[in-house]
């Protein structure tokens, strides 16, 4: 799978395009695709047993990794059965890529950030899943971030025709 770009709304529409390009390893970022950022711990972990959810019916997913750069956890990692399930708490996006090296290739990030998940995706050589849904009040830092990943992702991925 080469590195390029798509976006989604919703989840469903995410995990459609994993299955779609046969990732066998996906990297969610955790705010806001799986709960809220100033959510609490009950919305996190209900958040995370929906994502695993909806990543278990994907024929050849291996890995589903969330990748937060807070340091936010949930109180249990749900069983994949048989997908491995990763959660990386200030994982330093997009610099750090050891905790990333060993998952299986091809693979997909699914993110709301192009700054930093989709430079990340771009660094591991994987697809990005650019995560734009419908919010009404998004804190000042990842509005931030959102505009200079506006500015930057033109550098990173070209436009589809």
Known sequence: MRAGFERSADLGAALALVREFGARTVIFDV??????????????????????????????LLVACFSTNSARRPRAVP????????????????LRLAPYRSFPCPGIVVGDQVATDGLLARRLGYRFVHYCPRLDAVPAGPRLMSGLGRLVRPLVFTRRP
């Open 31 to 60: 705010e806001p695709l799986v709960a809220g950022w100033d959510s609490g711990q009950e919305a996190l972990d209900e958040g995370v047993a929906r994502v695993v959810a909806g990543a278990l019916g994907i024929p050849g």
């Open 79 to 94: 069983d994949g059965r048989g997908v491995r399930v990763v959660w990386l708490a200030l994982a330093g996006k997009p």
